[in-house]
């Protein structure tokens, strides 16, 4: 998921935050974690808003930080775009244009693109020289790996699978030579590699990794983890387009609830999954549940001008 990565320049600043701010923040918290993603958002605006009214650029940057990573996390990408625009120029005049942990927020903005199907905008971005750079300084970092890992998702959308593999292979060498191949960073590259490897059509190979990613989820994650979620989705996209329908339905029901319970009945992410889960009842000849998902994905895509599609689920951090 796109948790905040803060800079170390808001890091380190003391008494961040002024009450407002603070405030609003600890308010969107508690919604998020209760599922109450519209209040969640309301109380993230609030804090921006706060925070803009006050002269502390840091306190902006950290709020803006958390507010993009709560709009990609739930999908809201005509909020999302502006919020990382926003937050990238005001850090860019903190730090300087170059400052490498920019990095991070390029990386996020790119993601973005991927999930509009704009690799153009992406390619603007520079992504292989932020790499270069990254991998100059810190080869082995996190930074570096989240990078491979959006290079490999653009190759896909300019439908270059082997390009995408090959960058995931390399996310996963790094996850090796870090020893962290038992973390919820090594269970994202795993289904990043997986999807190159299905778009491949090397759909032995895709299997065998996500199994793997299972079998890892089940010892990492909690039961309520996204992770598992979206390990359980992208088994299902695999099944169908194997044609193996009653396993994709499996497997959606399983991700189903817990996106449901994290995002809220009336997130974009559900309502992907809910159009998902539709079509695989209908191939199954259980026409009432088809129906009865049908009409709430239909719901919430005219509730959030956002159009039901599982892609972009598949390699959210």
Not at 33 to 59: H, K
Not at 105 to 129: F, H, K, M, T
Not at 243 to 252: D, F, P, Q, S, V
């Amino acid at each position: 998921m796109f948790r905040p990565l803060l800079l170390a320049l808001c890091l380190s600043a003391p008494a961040l935050g002024g009450p407002d701010t603070n405030r609003h923040l600890e308010r969107a918290a508690l919604h998020e974690a209760q599922g109450r993603m519209d209040q969640a958002t309301a109380e993230f605006a609030a804090a921006v808003a706060a925070a803009a009214r006050g002269s502390n650029p840091a306190e902006l940057i950290r709020t803006l930080d958390l507010a993009c990573a709560h709009y990609q996390d739930t999908g809201q990408i005509a909020q999302s775009e502006p919020c990382l625009r926003r937050l990238l120029t005001l850090s860019q005049n903190l730090l300087g244009a170059q400052a490498l942990p920019l990095n991070r927020i390029v990386n996020r903005l790119a993601c973005v693109y991927i999930e509009l199907s704009q690799p153009g905008r992406a390619d603007r971005l520079q992504l292989p020289q932020w790499l270069a750079r990254v991998a100059a300084e810190d080869p082995l970092s996190n930074d570096r790996i989240d990078l491979l890992g959006t290079l490999a998702a653009v190759a896909l959308i300019r439908r270059n699978p082997a390009q995408a593999v090959a960058f995931n292979l390399d996310a996963w060498s790094l996850i090796e030579q870090r020893g962290e191949t038992e973390t919820p960073s090594a269970l994202t590259s795993l289904n990043n590699l997986a999807i190159a490897y299905r778009e491949a059509k090397r759909y032995r190979d895709a299997e065998e990794t996500l199994l793997r990613a299972l079998a890892l989820a089940n010892r990492a994650v909690s039961r309520d983890s996204l992770a598992l979620a979206y390990t359980h989705a992208n088994l299902a996209h695999l099944h169908n387009v194997l044609r193996r329908y009653a396993a994709a339905e499996r497997h959606l029901a399983a991700a189903l609830p817990i996106v449901e319970r994290r995002y809220g009945p009336a997130s974009p992410r559900t309502a992907a999954l809910l159009a998902s889960h539709a079509a695989l009842l209908r191939r199954l000849g259980r026409r009432e549940e088809a129906r009865a998902a049908e009409s709430r994905a239909r719901a919430v895509s005219a509730f959030t001008g956002h159009s039901v599609d599982i892609t972009d689920l598949a390699r959210r951090r």
